[in-house]
């Protein structure tokens, strides 16, 4: 995919290590990975095996020093093993790691959800985004007795079979519209519109809103690169699902906890019309571990068991190890985290204009709050034809001109630049010189 003289790096010899156990991997994992965006497929070359993560900075098993822009796709708002999540979490584990009775902590974790998010009454614990979003779905769906969900195109809400229709993130890297094994009768269920679109809503509920169970939304696009809703677009779904009936599922397992203290909704404001019904969270949620969510209004979630028919359940959900860690992950995320947050965001984002300006690279930043991505492309981008026209050879070439450098972004260039709180003036100026340098490179 590289042309240069120099793309000996995509065999992976600058990472024998990580080569090595990545041709390991390949004999007893699908492509060596547990999640398909690991594998680098749309970058090319090896990806790095991670041995130790310490603030802002990973290692990689040749001794290889990283700035992390990875975060673990979100969760590591503190940076690696923050002390006091560590300490939580070996005190949770020293007394137990899983009881399946309740516990203290779940309910410590649901109150701190509840406190910080104003329209959730109840919350659920699961142990990831795709079972909150799965969850939500099917509460939707026996709480309206319809069927019928509306996406939007380029919304990833984890690999839920009826939410596979033209999702984003690895799914979008991959270019499949749809995966293989999802039955047509499951996505046949499912309506996908283009995102920001608020006629093309209104004329699917104008024809079929009797049948629509409810429209699920990420709070803030951030799977397709980062495209917040168009002033007025979640006013207007809180409109038209109200009108028919229908419930509004926000999704905030990217956004929650991350471009505010109170996730996007904090930012934009409860929609005219009133709160989503439902929302999903995970990701910052579990501070690294797996816990996730889903909750809202005390009549829907009234139709959960056991307090109602609408079956849910999981043999790990609330497990108190990562309930520890996510507690005290949210208990730590203060204004100075979201104000440390948004500043490197700043300097980041005024050093990539800086150098693409400077070298002609076509470029376009979006943010949401403290999250951003960065477009290969000019333009504004509202929704997934936009995120799809970009140059992402030349992103290519760019991510491996900067994991040389020593920073390691997301190996795609549909995804958010994930940054923490422990991003210090040293891996930020670091990171800047490997913008400098790795733009002129490309250029
Ligand atoms: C990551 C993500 C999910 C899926 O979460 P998993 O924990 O990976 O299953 C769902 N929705 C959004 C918006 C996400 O970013």
């Given at each position: ?77 503190l ?182 203290s ?70 730590k995320c203060t204004d100075e985290v979201y104000a440390r947050l948004a500043a ?77 709180a422990a ?21």
């Amino acid at each position: 995919m590289t042309t240069g003289t120099d793309t000996a790096y995509l065999q992976g010899a600058d990472a024998p290590a990580s080569a090595a156990l990545l041709e390991r991997a390949r004999e007893v994992i699908p492509g060596g990975v547990n999640s398909p965006v690991r594998a680098f497929r749309s970058v090319g070359g090896t990806p790095r095996f991670m041995v130790r993560g310490q603030g802002p900075w990973m290692w990689d098993a040749d001794g290889t020093r990283y700035v992390d822009l990875v975060c673990s796709w979100g969760p590591m708002i503190l940076g690696h093993a923050d002390p006091d999540v560590l300490r939580a979490v070996i005190e949770a584990a020293s007394s137990g790691f899983s009881f399946g009775t309740p516990t203290e902590r779940e309910v410590l974790l649901a109150e701190e959800l509840v406190r910080r998010i104003g329209p959730l009454d109840r919350v659920r614990l699961v142990s990831s985004g795709t079972e909150a979003t799965m969850s939500a779905i099917r509460l939707a769906r026996g709480f309206t007795g319809r069927s019928v969900v509306v996406k939007f195109a380029g919304c990833y809400h984890g690999h839920v079979d009826a939410l596979l229709a033209s999702a984003g993130s690895g799914v979008a890297t991959f270019g499949l519209p749809d995966s293989p094994g999802v039955p047509a009768s499951a996505a046949g269920e499912t309506i996908v519109l283009p995102y920001n679109d608020v006629p093309a809503v209104e004329a699917v509920f104008a024809e079929r809103g009797q049948q629509i169970a409810a429209v699920i939304t990420e709070a803030a696009a951030g799977n397709m690169g980062v495209v917040p809703p168009a002033p007025g677009f979640t006013d207007a779904l809180r409109r038209i699902t109200s009108a028919h009936g229908a419930l509004l599922i926000s999704d905030e397992v990217m956004t929650g906890f991350r471009c505010s203290s109170t996730g996007w909704l904090g930012l934009e404001g409860i929609p005219a019309g009133g709160a989503p019904d439902l929302f999903t969270f995970g990701k910052v949620m579990g501070g690294g571990f797996p816990a996730a969510a889903f909750g809202g209004r005390a009549d829907v979630m009234a139709m959960l068991a056991p307090e109602g028919p609408v079956y849910q359940a999981g043999t790990l959900s609330g497990n108190p190890v990562a309930a520890a860690a996510g507690l005290t992950t949210l208990q730590k995320c203060t204004d100075e985290v979201y104000a440390r947050l948004a500043a490197v965001s700043d300097t980041l984002t005024a050093a990539v204009e800086e150098s693409f300006t400077r070298h002609g690279i076509p470029h376009r930043i979006q943010r949401a709050g403290s999250m951003f991505s960065v477009f290969f492309r000019e333009g504004e981008v509202v929704n997934y034809d936009d995120a799809r026209d970009q140059h992402f050879e030349r992103f290519g070439r760019f991510f491996h001109a900067m994991l040389r450098r020593g920073v390691h972004l997301p190996p795609s260039s549909f995804e958010a630049w994930f940054l923490s709180a422990a991003h210090d003036d040293e891996a930020v100026e670091h990171t800047v010189q490997a913008i400098a340098e790795s733009a002129a490179e490309i250029a």
